[in-house]
């Protein structure tokens, strides 16, 4: 495994002279701009430590990620989603996997927000395991989420497939990234070159130490409003959809100072077992949750036995209030 050597400069500064002696020449360095700080990666590391004025911190890494580790920043990351603090307490982004509806929206979103949703979320561009299957609906899709976010006065989120596709995505606060595309690092760096923070799911077949990788993309492009998500991955088990790691879920809070999401609804595959996995990830540490509801879910055209009701959501959010009180030291 290569060793990497991390620098974080004084005073926002640029100079990297130091790094330039003789004999240099095989190493490789990289400048970041992260959270008003210049960071510098040299590698590979000889092991030897540089002593230079503009030097505010430098340690040896030996991992596979760096810039998502408290290696380098212990303080945790809030990340903004349009006034939304995700990083506080428990945040909870709500809504249908797929817009599949167009009436009633508004109401429904002013529904989610008083169940305790803080951000809107729904699936416009779907990817499906079958071609035939509903794929969402597209740009409508997108204008629809729009009408509820502005209803309800909340910031909202949405998956997006292809870059090319980016500016079908304005007035979308949260660009999420799913499980399919959780190694795409084209689609990863151009998201990332975006501005925009960036919701980033775990690949379903990833280990915890390639997830963590696949934030360092969108760090590494100077993007630090990155929340990572745990949405349960392919195991032998198949008493649920998807095997929930509620352990990576603890050791990322350890680990990373990135915000941590779960998303209960893919793992569940069924709605009576959201609530339980949802709140198993907040004791674990979560930061948010990503729960589909449906004003209709036996309707829904896709993954409608794993989503829920409003009344669910009311529910659930009470629940959570009551577990934090209870898990609070």
């Known amino acids: 495994m290569v060793k990497y050597r991390i620098f974080v400069l004084k005073n926002n500064s640029a100079s990297t002279e130091f790094l330039e002696a003789p004999g240099n020449d095989t190493v490789s360095i990289r400048k970041i701009q ?6 510098v990666l040299m590698w590979p590391d000889s092991g030897q430590a540089f002593s ?21 920043k212990q303080e945790d990351t809030m990340v903004n989603v349009r006034d939304v603090e995700v990083g506080h307490d428990v ?19 002013i529904e989610l927000k008083r169940a305790g949703a803080n951000i809107i979320r729904g699936g416009a561009y779907k990817p499906r395991t079958s071609p035939f299957s509903f ?11 729009r009408k509820m976010g502005e209803a309800a006065d909340l910031p909202i989120v949405s998956e997006i497939l292809d ?13 999420q990234i799913g499980s399919r595309n959780a190694q ?18 775990r690949g ?60 209960p609804s893919h793992p569940a595959g069924r709605r009576d077992l959201v609530m339980p996995l949802a709140l198993s990830s907040v004791a674990a540490g979560s930061d948010m949750l ?39 030291v």
């Open 135 to 145: 794929q969402g609906k597209g740009s409508e899709g997108l204008d629809i989420l």
């Open 52 to 72: 230079h004025p503009d030097i505010e911190f430098q340690t040896s890494v030996d991992s596979e990620f760096i810039l998502s580790s408290r290696i380098w």
């Open 204 to 263: 379903m077949g990833n280990t915890y130490t390639e997830w963590m990788a696949t934030a360092d993309y969108v760090l590494s492009e100077g993007n630090g409003s990155v929340i990572i998500c745990e949405r349960g991955i392919r195991t032998f088990e198949n008493a649920t959809r998807f095997t929930l790691d509620v352990g990576s879920i603890a050791r990322a809070k350890k680990e990373s100072h990135l915000p941590v999401c779960a998303d």
């Open 163 to 175: 870059s090319d596709n980016i500016g079908n995505f304005n007035g979308v606060d949260l660009l």
């Open 184 to 201: 795409n690092f084209q689609l990863l760096r151009k998201v990332a070159r975006d501005g925009r923070p960036v919701l980033l799911k």
């Open 290 to 328: 990503l729960v589909e509801v449906h004003p209709s879910p036996e309707n829904a055209l896709s993954d409608a036995q794993q989503q829920i009701t409003v009344d669910d959501l009311k529910k659930l959010t009470d629940a959570i209030k009551s577990l934090r009180k209870a898990i609070k």
């Open 91 to 109: 945040t909870v982004a709500a809504g249908p996997c797929s817009i599949d509806f167009d009436e009633n929206v508004e109401d429904f979103a």
């Open 34 to 39: 992260l959270y008003g700080k210049t960071v």
